[in-house]
Nanobody
Framework: QVQLVESGGGLVQAGGSLRFSCAASGRTFSIYTMGWFRQAPGKEREFVAAIRWISGNLYLSDSVKGRFAISRDNHKNTGYLQMNSLKTEDTGVYYC??????????????????WGQGTQVTVSS
């Protein structure tokens, strides 16, 4: 089992920045991928970013490239999502997630095994 605790998020004006942290505990040696997803009301869960835990390979959705950055600190078992130049369409509940399989398709939320509690981000115009 891996437990995830998210922190960060909140209310920000368009153009502002927020930073998420996702702290993992438990069987952290099993982490292969950490991903971030978001879900707006009435919409499906959407891929935002992912990082391979050992290699550090990064993946970002086209909608956030150039604005968001993902990173991790292996020693702290913590991942980070830095969100800059926020837009109103970035509003939603943000989730971090862990995939333990080496075959994890990083952009498919169904491939992930453990999820954080979700944190609301609201970007006002």
């Amino acid at each position: 089992q891996v437990q995830l605790v998210e922190s960060g998020g909140g209310l920000v004006q368009a153009g502002g920045s927020l930073r998420f942290s996702c702290a993992a505990s438990g069987r952290t040696f099993s982490i292969y991928t950490m991903g971030w997803f978001r879900q707006a009301p009435g919409k499906e869960r959407e891929f935002v970013a992912a990082i391979r835990w050992i290699s550090g390979n990064l993946y970002l959705s086209d909608s956030v490239k150039g604005r968001f950055a993902i990173s991790r600190d292996n020693h702290k078992n913590t991942g980070y999502l830095q969100m800059n130049s926020l837009k109103t369409e970035d509003t939603g509940v943000y989730y971090c997630a862990i995939g333990i399989s080496q075959g994890t398709a990083y952009s498919d939320h169904r491939e992930y095994d453990y999820w954080g509690q979700g944190t609301q981000v609201t970007v006002s115009s």
